[in-house]
């Protein structure tokens, strides 16, 4: 389908696909196996001048765009959904600075992350704080010019490998989610230390880590609009960042579509290709089909945000709930069309699929997105 | 610092059609690419700049589509680029070619080093490099796998033997063609791609250049191709078994057969 992207666009397009093919493509299953972080990728991308795609030209990058960044997390997908996510968990962990930082840190901070010299993480979610991110338990208490955070994060993607890290902590809890504030802190900074890096069963080239503040010490500059925006900060950035969740999805389903297509035309049975069988072109057709569908409307909804559109908070859920939805689905066909060669893994396969699951969860749970969509509804129809 | 980056259009594939009657290529749906080995070239140059801040100019002569590749190296960091493109250069052969880039060489001026690719993946001459420095009257080092040191007026490199390398000092200006040992080529960047896109490309005809009509394109090239074919494939062969003396005696009477 023809997005009508803009010549910027479509060389985005072309410089993240030729990065997948070239660069990623080779290395992913080894990166799957070993769990490294993937360092001599990420310097790919960033001498690629992608990681300023979501950072203002007066900071370094190439001016903010939620589609732009869509559209080369999906191609760097394609490739590896492990190695796609250490490049959108850095947008992540830098939309909040965007968003509302102050000129000082925006100097501070954001030229380094456009250069990908420095990779960023955010930390809000906790062991009994998940879902309920009000329950949060680490909490910043002020003492002179600093704040003295203590407490614990846990599944921070980039933990340990980021630089800059934006933390959301209570300094009120009596005021309950009004009362948490977000932080920018840095890798060094007295206290802040990191856990043991979790083995996972997807996204493995990707490194997640507790991160762990033990009265660490935070300049009080490095707190983010005022105390109390915390939770603010936080949903304003997942509505900025969900798209690009919802395309790293988009991109893993269509990797194994890719997969499952070519060896489709290759696997020959009965004395034919198996593509020419009306089962498995039937499964082609709806693969495709809901890719493509996923794809609008993560594209339609990143141009609503690069619109200035507000309140994007439904579209933004229900992009991550079906693009997510659709990954699953069309990485649990590729197996099924390559067969036993679909389980084991000399073959691309089932790494999507476990690649998949985890855009199911997080950014949100999907149970959560369909909460988002639902309350949206019910408060339209109130009106 | 002034290098120049001689670059070729090539078909993408290494597997390019022949038409059977004609005996020419069959470009038609076939990507145009640089050169394989020219992106090594231009790496090293690019990293000459990084360096000791050279500027990098690339120079091709081709059709009015070889634009493409010039901007393709803009975009991976070379500063101008320069198309030898008239319609006087076509049926040029390798001769011709070191000719009329010389030219164009001396035109764009000042420079303290050249490189190219060991060859170009679809003539296969590596005559190219070597020619253009010939027209120059420069040195030539070819094969350079490493370029160990550089000074004011000399250089110091490594050259890829077939059984070992050779460690060869060269004044300045000279002219290297590299292989592919000797760097891995950078993808082009954003930023790169959207400069490529309205950079001023310099256009030069057989106007600017001035050269003696004999002494290019068809008229100029000393070449003749007399036919081209496609070499029928081998054969199964023919293994002799038994003792040694028999089958040797076998095998001198077979050659005899074979050569009349």
């Known amino acids: ?383 | 610092m002034n290098i120049i980056v001689c670059i070729k259009q090539v078909p993408e594939t290494t597997e390019v059609k022949i038409n059977p009657e004609t005996n020419t290529l069959i470009r038609e749906g076939v990507k145009s690419i640089i050169n394989p080995f020219d992106m090594y070239a231009i790496e090293e140059g690019l990293r000459f700049k990084e360096k000791l801040g050279a500027k990098v100019t690339v120079i091709s002569m081709g059709p009015p589509q070889a634009e493409a590749a010039l901007r393709e190296a803009i975009s991976m960091g070379v500063d101008e680029g320069v198309l030898i493109c008239d319609r006087a250069f076509a049926g040029s052969d390798t001769w011709a070619t070191s000719y009329t880039l010389c030219a164009a060489i001396k035109k764009i001026g000042a420079f303290d080093l050249i490189l190219c690719g060991k060859q170009a993946s679809d003539g296969d001459t590596a005559q190219v490099g070597p020619g253009i420095s010939t027209h120059l009257d420069i040195p030539q080092v070819t094969y350079v796998k490493k370029i160990e040191e550089v000074k004011d007026k000399t250089m110091r490199v490594e050259r890829m033997m077939e059984e070992g390398y050779e460690i060869i000092e060269t004044p300045l200006p000279a002219l290297l063609t590299v292989v592919k040992e000797i760097n891995e080529p950078r993808l082009p960047s954003l930023k790169g791609m959207i400069r490529a896109k309205s950079a001023k490309i310099t256009i030069w005809s057989q106007k600017e250049l001035n050269l003696d009509p004999q002494q290019i394109g068809l008229c100029g090239s000393p070449t003749q191709v007399i036919k081209i074919f496609t070499p029928p494939a081998r054969t199964g062969g023919q293994i002799l078994r038994g003792e040694v003396p028999e089958v040797a005696a076998q095998l001198v009477e077979l050659l005899r057969k074979e050569i009349p």
């Not at chain 1, 959108?88 to 000082?104: D, H, Q, R, W």
């Not at chain 1, 690649?355 to 988002?372: F, L, S």
């Open chain 1, 1 to 383: 389908m023809d997005y009508l992207l803009t010549d910027e666009q479509k060389m985005i397009q072309e410089l993240a696909r030729k990065i997948a093919k070239e660069k990623i493509g080779p290395v992913a299953a080894k990166y799957d196996q070993s769990e490294e972080f993937p360092w001599e990728i990420i310097k790919v991308i960033a001498d690629a001048d992608l990681f300023g795609l979501f950072i203002p030209a007066e900071y370094g990058g190439l001016g903010v765009g939620v589609l732009n960044l869509c559209i080369a997390t999906e191609e760097l997908s394609r490739a590896c959904g492990g190695i796609a996510v250490c490049y959108a968990a850095s947008a992540l962990g830098t939309f909040p600075i965007v968003l509302f930082g102050n000129e000082e840190q925006k100097k501070k901070y954001l030229p380094d992350l456009a250069k990908g010299k420095k990779l960023a993480a955010f930390g809000i979610t906790e062991p009994e704080a998940g879902s309920d991110a009000s329950a949060i338990k680490t909490t910043a208490k002020k003492q002179g010019d600093y704040y003295i955070l203590n407490g614990l994060k846990h599944f921070i993607t980039n933990g340990g490998d980021a630089e800059i890290y934006v933390v959301i902590a209570m300094t009120d809890k009596s005021k309950g989610a009004r009362g948490a504030s977000a932080f920018i802190l840095e890798k060094g900074m007295p206290g802040f230390t990191f856990g043991k890096k979790e083995e996972k069963l997807g996204i493995r080239a990707s490194s997640t880590r507790e991160l762990i503040f033990t009265d660490c010490k935070v300049p009080k500059e490095n707190l983010l609009v005022k105390e109390g925006m915390g939770f603010i900060a936080t949903m304003k950035t997942f509505d900025m960042s969900r798209p690009g969740v919802a395309s790293q999805a988009v991109g893993i389903a269509q990797g194994a579509l890719d997969v499952a297509v070519k060896y489709a035309k290759e696997r020959h049975q009965f004395g034919k290709p198996i593509s020419s069988f009306q089962g498995i072109q039937w499964m082609l057709a709806d693969m495709a089909t809901q890719i493509e569908a996923a794809r609008a409307l993560v594209y339609s909804c990143a141009r609503e945000i690069d619109a200035g559109v507000k309140d994007v908070g439904k579209d933004s859920a229900m992009a991550k709930l079906y693009a997510s939805d659709v990954a699953m689905k069309v990485t649990t066909d590729a197996i099924q069309i390559l067969g036993g060669y679909g389980y084991m893994k000399d073959y691309p396969a089932e790494k999507y699929m476990r690649d998949a699951k985890i855009t199911q969860i997080y950014e949100g749970t999907n149970q959560i997105q369909r909460n988002i969509i639902a309350l949206r509804l019910i408060k339209e129809m109130a009106k």
